[in-house]
């Protein structure tokens, strides 16, 4: 078990002397689990209820009868929605 895991929904790779506490682990650990938003990895997802978005700040533009529509600024650390590219440098 590691980090890299995380999150884990379900305990079928505990060993099972550990198993007694997935329950209580696996309500906890989602505000340790902030949602990478990648491109193209985007169309058709479905979030766990329990999952953090890693928004730094977010307002509402549009509100419908079933909708809501955001302009959200995420923390850098979990943005890759657009490659961050190096400035050429210079010789």
């Known amino acids: ?3 890299v ?8 790779a505990w060993p099972e002397a550990v198993q007694y506490i997935f329950d209580e ?3 906890a650990q989602w505000k ?3 949602k990478r938003l990648i491109s193209r ?12 978005v890693p928004f730094k700040e977010k307002r509402i533009l549009k509100e419908g ?5 955001f302009k959200v600024e995420l ?4 943005n890759h929605l657009i490659t961050v590219r190096q400035p050429p440098a210079r010789a």
Request: with cysteine; aromatic share 18%; proline share 5%.
């Open 1 to 3: 078990m590691a980090d």
């Open 5 to 12: 895991g995380l999150p884990f929904h379900s305990c079928d």
């Open 25 to 27: 682990f696996y309500k």
């Open 32 to 34: 340790f689990c902030p």
């Open 41 to 52: 990895q985007l169309h058709d997802i479905w979030l766990d209820k329990n999952i953090v």
């Open 65 to 69: 009868e079933d909708s809501v529509i």
């Open 75 to 78: 923390f850098n650390e979990y």
